[in-house]
């Protein structure tokens, strides 16, 4: 009787602890999944993204770095990399958001940047159904930053690529904390001759690599620059940035320019527009260029 009894007992433990877990488990899969945007914004998920949205190049090269790539279903003008995302729809551009489009895809998230999207058009596309998360860039570790919370919308896990770029990132300042600091002019765009001012990570980017943004303390996070300022300040080097092969007509334009102490010492840096303008794990792979070049002119 007191065998049948405990083994009765151990049974009905045994399916109580079954049942018991099968419903944390239950539970587990069925939080949502709950995170603060960049404008401060409750962000919630009922389930992890199934169909991203991303309105904005560097937001579309995240999705796929965290490992959400077969997930997005739309993007940006000039989502261009990985090679996989131009072959999606594009909902978005300088002109604006194509709603009706972008809705049309179903999405379950929208991934926005700050600096482009509206308030009314964050609105109009949560009334519509879709939780949208905003991201602001300013600095270098940004990048890892805005990877892990995509991933953590998605379910995945991407603390390892987030680690790997953060440790390129460190290395890169460790090795020039040390050196005499370059003072550099770096040219987004030349016709108006256009720079970076001190909130922007290609500024934090200079520093890592021991050198000083000539023109930090001018307003602006992408001020325009006269002649008259350059020639005034005379930077000892030159960065520009762009596509690989217009590096030649960059310093062309230059050498256009004696009379500056940078182009009389022929100090030029070039570096791909894409690896130091999008804040992305790539970021890494243009800083390290960055300073190799500053290393190569470093007087």
Known sequence: MT????????????AFIGVFMAFLSTQSVAAPLIVTDDLGRKVELKQPAQRIVALAPFLTELAFAAGAGPRVVGVSAFSDYPAQARKLPEVAS??????????????DLVLAWADTIRA???????????????????RLDDAPRL?????RLAGLDASSRAATYR?????????????????????????????????HWIDEALAACGARNAFADVPGVAPMLDWEQVYARDPQAIVGMGALDRRAAFEARWRERPALTA??????????????????????????QLCAGLDRVRP
Do not use: K
């Open 3 to 14: 065998e049948r009894f405990l083994s009765v007992l151990i049974g009905v433990g045994s």
């Open 120 to 138: 009314e058009e964050i609105a109009r596309i949560e009334q519509l159904g879709a939780p949208v998360f905003v991201a602001r860039a300013r």
């Open 263 to 288: 182009v009389r010492a022929g100090r030029f840096v070039y570096v791909d527009a894409d690896l130091l303008q999008r804040p992305t794990l790539r970021l890494a792979e243009g800083v390290t």
């Open 94 to 107: 300088a002109t604006g958001i194509a709603l009706e489009p972008l809705l049309s895809l179903h999405p």
């Open 147 to 151: 990877l892990l919370v995509v991933a």
């Open 167 to 199: 440790e390129r990132i460190e290395t890169l300042r460790r090795a020039h904390a040390s050196l005499r600091p370059v003072n550099a002019l770096v040219e987004i765009w030349s016709q108006p001759l256009t720079t970076i001012g001190a909130d």
